[in-house]
């Protein structure tokens, strides 16, 4: 029996978010994602809003491994990895994950949402304390959220490491504090202080956790990360990371950290104790899409050289965007419903391109994200851009 009181509250918001111009549309696209894709209802247009940085989610031999992973394992192992066991690609995938961002072992979870889930509420203890910068992904601030029914928490200023350092201060007696940053910040498009951020935590004997779903495959000259853009490879406590982007653009996420992390959260991690592993066809996909990124460096170099373009593309068209070494260019409209007109008037120019409103940023910092990759072409970056000066 429906209950009355719960459809008009329904109803009601979604009125509310028609009426005021603010409703989310989803898009359907007939086929692998690539430089362009067909839109049902709309036809071919460039994208310029995946986060297939490298272009490796049409790989043909990514393709070709997931066939095969699947044609060798099948679906899955119809149970968690503790009762019916890991399968053989899954250690392969995770050795890969770790030789490519340089940890001793990792492990993987069937997203990134997951494994940061996994972080905070299995390492924590009630006598630690979490500090998250401001602007951190949804999945560290939930996870922080978890642990904070037993481990206290505190946000940083972004990237404000005078606040950071306050706080580290203020929680000097803490049994162990623990940073958490994004690598590249998903939504601003800007890169953590990564050296600074580093020689706070050994000062205060803190743990730093780095996020870097949208810096690895990214920066770097060998695409392997924030820690590779910075040369700091070794000096992180704990990575986390997608498999849904760069790495072959599916699904999945990792820890990658020391052996005995790993093996802490083995022994302890909810998501991994009570969920079933990834797909054997995405695991086999996102090993051989690493090691595609790992030999092709030319790829990254491809996708710096875009970056390049696109971002003095938009600047010479009056366009603030702040110089960062990502793929991420916000354009910052302000108005949810205007960012949401302008990404359908550059849809209508043959341009995917999406406005970001409330919940994912916050109420009036509707933007534009642009999102560059190496699929692109020139003459779809030539065409993009006429698109933007249209607009
Ligand atoms: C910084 C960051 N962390 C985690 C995630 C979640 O990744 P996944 O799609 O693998 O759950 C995202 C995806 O948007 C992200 O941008």
């Not at 704990?238 to 820890?255: D, E, F, R, S």
Request: aromatic share 6%; proline share 4%; hydrophobic share 40%.
């Amino acid at each position: 029996m429906p209950n009355a009181r719960f459809d008009d509250r329904c109803r009601e918001l979604l009125t509310t978010l028609e009426e005021t111009r603010q409703k989310k549309r989803f898009l359907h696209v007939a086929g692998p994602m690539g430089p362009t894709v067909f839109v049902r209802g709309v036809g071919e247009v460039i994208v310029l809003c995946s986060n297939n940085y490298l272009g490796l989610a049409d790989h043909p031999e990514v393709i070709r491994a997931g066939i095969e992973g699947l044609e060798r394992y099948g679906a899955g192992t119809a149970s968690v990895r503790f009762i019916c066991g890991s399968l053989v690609c899954h250690r392969e995938l995770e050795e890969t994950i770790a030789w490519f961002v340089g940890t001793e072992n990792s492990l993987s979870y069937v997203s990134c949402w997951n494994a940061n889930e996994a972080v905070f509420p299995t390492l924590c203890g009630p006598d630690d304390v979490i500090l998250s910068d401001e602007l951190n992904h949804a999945s560290i601030i939930d996870s922080c959220r978890l642990a904070g029914r037993i481990t206290p928490r505190s946000v940083y200023k972004h990237s404000d490491l005078d606040d950071l350092e306050r706080q580290l201060k203020e929680h000097v007696d803490n049994e162990c504090r623990w940073v958490v940053t994004d690598g590249v910040f998903s939504m601003e498009g800007d890169v953590c202080r990564l050296p600074e951020l580093i020689d706070l935590c050994r000062r205060y004997e803190a743990m730093l956790v780095v996020d870097d779903s949208h810096g690895v495959g990214v920066l770097g000259s060998g695409g392997r990360g924030t820690p590779e853009h910075f040369g700091c490879f070794g000096d992180i406590d704990i990575l986390t990371g997608t498999l849904g982007k760069a790495l072959g653009g599916a699904a999945g996420g990792y820890v990658a950290a020391s052996r005995h992390v790993i093996e802490v959260l083995e022994q302890r991690a909810r998501p991994s104790l009570f969920s079933n592993a990834l797909p054997a066809t995405v695991a086999c996909s996102a090993r051989r899409a690493i090691e595609i990124a790992g030999s092709e460096p030319q790829r990254v170099a491809k996708l710096h050289e875009n970056v390049r373009i696109i971002r003095d593309g938009l600047t010479r068209l009056g366009f603030d965007c702040h110089p960062s070494p990502t793929a991420i260019i916000p354009i910052m409209i302000g108005d949810e419903a205007d960012a949401i007109a302008k990404s359908n008037r550059l849809l209508e120019l043959g341009v995917m391109v999406i406005g970001f409103g409330y919940p994912v940023v916050p109420k009036g910092q509707a933007r534009l994200r642009v999102q560059v990759s190496a699929a692109l072409e020139r003459e779809h970056l030539e065409r993009a851009l006429d698109a933007f000066a249209k607009l």
